[in-house]
């Protein structure tokens, strides 16, 4: 995504060096990308010996973690295969870069995770993990102008949904629309479909579904009309959309899962004062509320937040869209009345300075126990032995003596780091 986000990463180098000065960031750039040659140093330019004595932060704060996503399979004693496992360290999945100490921090917006509990187990280096609502600080930044916006509202439509992609986690989507057609809610809702998925350039019906349930079996476009919107969309709204509808569908990025990742989907409509129904993962609505903000069980029934199963969680939502829409019109202007009014506390709450104060403290007080655990906790071995081991090799000797690319060590700096954690681990004993 082209919106920029250094500044938040800046800010959190900023909160890090206040705990412990020997701290190095690193990010995904461009920001949304899950590919290991965009994970970056935030301040690039380092030598390999400056990386190897600092400390290493890693964010993975905006998308899910995929642990499998980074593990390499193929192994062999080949030299190049020795220098990849020293260089790009991929032994060590997302921790990338060569360091001398054996823990490492990973920042992270999920809860209840069995991705993060893979990188809880890892040994090389060890995971100390920092959560915090990364989507919450981002979203304050997008939606800022929201804070001035009075809606004037023209309905012509109930329900507001912005669907855009639909691979991968998000696959769901595809079946959603397809029980909207089969609960006939179509003219009753405010949205689009792409047949074409716009970041893999195939038609659903020829997408390999990792979850066959989500596969849809209508012609989905013979109902709703094209998407066009560029991926930055959620980082944008549009109020013409909020001013002709009165409820927004959000669909998150995560919903045929256990884990707890809520994105700047769910809280477009809390910036823009819109009552919402959240698709997301079971529990995303006790997640929000979490944060100080009110959902809308004293509205309409939100006991789809609970259900487990995520197609009978789906289906519980699209059935909730239907009683919505057959509400007459008395019943209808009472309950969109008292949904307002707890959209618009929790509008004043998103822009309150306690809804902050609330997303910082989280980050700084987390991050403080991670870097404190993370540097009590020293141990140089790992790193040391590995090295001399790998040294013992004539052509690696040989490489390192003629190294001159700063991104990776010349003979002098190994010896020096080497020098440097050995003597950290004599004090230790």
């Given amino acids: ?70 593990q390499d399979v193929s192994r062999d004693n080949s030299f190049n295969k020795i220098l990849k496992s020293l260089f790009l360290k991929i032994d060590t999945n997302l921790m990338i870069n060569p360091t001398m100490h054996n823990w490492a921090c990973l920042i992270h917006s ?104 989500w596969r849809p079996n209508a012609i989905l476009e013979d109902y709703f009309p094209n998407n066009s919107a560029p991926s930055s969309c959620s980082a944008d709204f549009d109020i013409e959309d909020y001013q002709n509808t009165d409820i927004e569908v959000v669909l998150e990025t995560l919903f045929d899962d256990d884990r707890l990742h809520l994105t700047e989907k769910s809280l477009r409509p809390i910036a823009c004062g819109q009552p919402f129904i959240l698709a997301g993962t079971h529990g995303s609505l006790e997640y929000l509320r979490g944060y100080g903000f009110k959902t809308f069980a004293d509205v309409w029934d939100e006991s789809y937040d609970t259900i487990e199963d995520p197609a009978k969680r789906l289906t519980q939502v699209v059935e909730l869209m239907k009683q919505i829409a057959n509400w007459d019109s008395d019943t209808k202007e009472r309950k969109i009345s008292q949904a307002r009014a707890i959209a618009e506390y929790n509008k004043q709450r998103f822009f309150s300075e306690d809804f902050f104060n609330q997303v910082v403290s989280e980050l700084t007080n987390n991050l403080t126990i991670a870097i404190n655990q993370m540097t009590s906790n020293i141990d140089t071995s790992v790193f040391v032995n590995r090295w001399k081991k790998c040294m013992s090799h004539n052509e690696i000797l040989n490489w390192l003596a003629a190294n001159t690319n700063i991104q990776y060590p010349t003979l002098d700096q190994i010896n020096n780091v080497l020098a ?10």
């Fill in 1 to 70: 995504m082209s919106i920029p986000l250094d500044r938040l990463y800046h800010y959190i180098e900023k909160i890090a060096k206040e705990i412990n000065d020997d701290i190095a960031i690193y990010h995904f750039y461009p920001h949304g990308s899950k590919d290991l040659k965009n994970l970056r140093e935030l301040k690039g330019g380092a030598s390999w010996q400056d990386k190897a004595l600092n400390y290493s932060i890693y964010c993975h704060d905006q998308e899910p973690l995929i642990y499998e996503l980074y």
């Fill in 110 to 213: 999920e809860k209840r995770s069995n991705e993060l509990a893979k990188y809880q187990q890892h040994l090389l280096p060890r995971c100390v993990d920092v959560y915090y609502w990364c989507h919450a600080l981002v979203a304050l930044d997008w939606f800022r102008y929201a804070k001035h916006v009075v809606q004037q509202k023209q309905v012509s439509k109930t329900f507001l949904i912005y669907n855009r992609a639909w691979s991968g986690t998000r696959e769901y989507r595809l079946k959603f629309v397809n029980l909207l057609i089969d609960f006939n809610l179509q003219n009753h809702c405010r949205t689009t479909i792409n047949p074409i998925e716009p970041e893999l350039d195939i038609h659903y019906n020829l997408y390999q579904f990792a979850n066959p349930v």
């Fill in 420 to 429: 440097i954690a050995d003597d950290i681990q004599k004090l230790k004993q």
